[in-house]
């Protein structure tokens, strides 16, 4: 596992402490049998469960005894996606989040599909150790109807600020992120700039690890809107 680690994932910088995160919130290459024309292989590098697991070497270092991992998946890739949580050595709790997909114009989107066309994504909760410490608001809904963004299999931000408010303001990192988020650590080989000084001025406030639970005001602004329940 250490030679895959190596050869496909640059480790998280130094400046993220050993067993200091206690949000993961990730959103795998998942690999899709369907050949080189689909919009994901033309968009960037995608990995099989294989090469996801070696990740676990680098989440290791960082992760705090009691941490929650927050996955991206989608239908298809349910499966997989627990079997990374299993082999990453967290625990499956439940589905955290399900994106029901917009289009523009807010009438919900009508997907591709084998068998029913698919309309939604989920984000899988998973933790080690004690994680229900973490949980600062009860009252949050599990379906959320956001509006889907031109740039392929990009993520509401919405749900990164929703993580916050349910978990805390914890120290947390992105895995596979995309673009820098304010008050994470975000790792993934599309960022832009990541260098550690960007890395270190994206932060809150200072060039430290966010500390503390701070409840967050959840306030349904991303890319479009969404409709709260
Ligand atoms: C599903 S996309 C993430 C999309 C992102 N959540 C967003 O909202 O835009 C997966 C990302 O993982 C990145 N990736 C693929 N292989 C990687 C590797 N070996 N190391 C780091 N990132 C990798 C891809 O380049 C891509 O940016």
Request: charged share 30%; aromatic share 10%.
């Amino acid at each position: 596992m250490d030679e895959i680690c190596k050869k496909f994932f640059v480790p998280f910088p130094k400046e993220i402490k050993d067993n200091s995160i206690s949000l993961f919130y990730a959103d795998p290459p998942w690999h899709y049998k369907g050949g080189k024309n689909r919009g994901e292989v033309k968009e960037y590098d995608c990995l099989s469960t294989e090469t996801l697991e070696a990740l676990k070497i680098h989440i290791n270092r960082v992760a705090a005894k009691d941490s929650v991992l927050a996955m991206w998946t989608t239908g298809p890739k349910m499966q997989e996606a627990c079997e990374l949580i299993d082999k990453w050595d967290f625990r499956y709790k439940t589905v955290l989040f399900v994106w029901e997909k917009l289009y523009k114009n807010e009438k919900p989107i009508k997907g591709l599909g084998h068998y029913t066309r698919s309309a939604t994504e989920f984000i899988l909760l998973a933790g080690r150790g004690h994680i229900t410490k973490f949980v600062c608001d009860r009252n949050m809904s599990q379906v959320q109807e956001v509006v889907r963004s031109d740039r392929h299999s990009e993520k509401p931000h919405l749900f990164a600020d929703l993580l916050v408010q349910l978990f805390g303001d914890v120290p947390r990192l992105e895995l596979f992120a995309r673009t820098q988020k304010k008050g994470w650590f975000c790792w993934g080989n599309q960022i832009e700039c990541q260098t550690i000084e960007h890395w270190l001025t994206s932060k809150t406030d200072d060039s430290s690890i966010p500390k503390g639970k701070n409840k967050r005001k959840h306030k349904h602004k991303t890319e479009g809107s969404s409709k709260k329940r």
